[in-house]
Each structure stands twice: as structure tokens, then as C-alpha cells.
């Protein structure tokens, strides 16, 4: 499936629990996601990062604005965007061949086809020899590639990512961060990539959007556009936008704070 571009245009979200006063979660989003290209999401605790990425996967409604993959308003979940979530969402009675061809399964995948795809995918994530492992029997950043594979075996256009790396260990995260980057120069997707990290969004995206406090807007988009270079990561240039977008993300933070 080819990548696509996503408009979020005006966006506002409100959640109404069952007791007490509604909740504005989001106010007036708008962000162009450009085709192929990796943005990050960031912003303080709390600022509707994960609310935004549910509502592009049509998993919450758009009550107000629009959010449109190509020309398509989004009104549903769909096969063309995949989602990654944090903790990992498998089936802990299936191996991770079963998971990954469950996914193949439920997207209508010809019979004939599926086995030699589910491969592919568990090859390019490396978890070859492992394809009849339990979840149980995995580590956390094995558990998080079956995870990827299962998403990326169905080939959305469009990978949403909720803190993926999240409950990984600082080498496991490095390490998936790297493997990331390798598949998506092997199967271009549109990615939105949700983390609390601030050095993992300038390694891995194209740009980074800047979330403000609840009620979550769009605070400041900024470009990265050395990250691709592996040189990059090592360079002052590099500290200098880690710096630059803790300043913005701690001025929201801050202001959150006292405004409680």
C-alpha cells in the first residue's frame, strides 16, 4: 500500500466521563503529515498526544474539524493505518508467527500468501528461529518487533505509534530505535510517532510537532532536517535542538503547573 499524507484540520476532542465536568483534551489542531514523512508528537504529560494519534486511527470520533488521509475524511479504523502501542498488544496463546498471521487473516490476506509474508516480516524484524515463541517466552523488545511485524506484515500506508518504546530499557530502546529507522528505509510509511522522549523524536523523525498544555494545540512545528545523518546524532547541532525542544515542552509543563 503507497504511503499517504494525513490533514488534521481544526481539530477539537472533549471527553465526558460518566462523573464529573467534561475534559477539552484537544483545541483546534491543525497539522499537515506530509507522505512518506516521520513526525514526532510531543509535549508535557496530559497534552493529548495519544488522544490525537486514537482519533487518526478512528478509534475516537472527530466531533469537530477534520482529519483526512488524502482525500479521505477519517471515520473508522482502517487497514491502511496500522497502530503500535506501548505494550506491545499481542495474543499470549498464539506464537509469534500465529500473531502476525492473525493480522494477514483478518485483512483478507489470500491463504496462499500468507505464511511466505508473515516470514518476510518476522525476517526483517529479526526474530527469525523464534517463530513458534510465546510472548511469555520473549523479552520486552522482542515482544515490541513481533508487535511491528504483526502491524507491518498487513502493509498499511500509514504506521501510528504510541510510545512503542516506552516500557523498553534504555539499551532495547536504542537498539528498536535503530531498527526502526532500517525498516522504514526498506517499506516507506507515513509515521506519527508519539513519545515523552525528546531525544527519540530528533533521532528518528523528519519533524517534530510541539504539543501546548491541556487543551492540546499545536505549540510549534520544527524541522530536523540532518536526522536521516548518522553523524548528526553525534553533533553539537544535535544537543542544540534536544535543548531547544525541552525548552519549549518545559515551558508548557511549567505553565500546566502553576496553573493547578
Known sequence: MSAKSISIERVSHTYH?????????LSDVTLE??????MALLGPSGCGKSTLLYMIGGFLPVEEGAIKVGETPV?????????VFQHFALFPWKTVLDNVL????????????????AQK????????GFEQSFPSQLSGGMKQRAAIARTLAVDPAILLMDEPFGALDAQTRTLMQDELRDIMRLTPKTVIFVTHD????????DRVAVMSRRPGRIKEVVDLPNSHDESFR???????????????????ATAAQTEH
Open 33 to 38: 503529515v506530509r507522505d512518506t514523512e516521520f
Open 121 to 128: 516480516y518476522i525476517d526483517m524484524v529479526q526474530l527469525t
Open 102 to 117: 492473525y493480522g494477514l487473516e483478518k485483512n483478507g490476506v489470500p491463504k496462499s500468501e500468507r505464511a511466505a509474508r
Open 198 to 205: 525528546v531525544q527519540e523524536a530528533v533521532r528518528l523523525a
Open 234 to 252: 553525534q553533533s553539537p547541532q544535535f544537543l542544540g535542538m534536544v535543548d531547544y525542544l525541552w525548552g519549549l515542552i518545559r515551558e508548557e
Open 75 to 83: 471515520t473508522e479504523p482502517h487497514p491502511e493505518r496500522g497502530v
Open 17 to 25: 466521563p460518566a462523573k464529573g465536568d467534561p475534559v477539552i483534551a
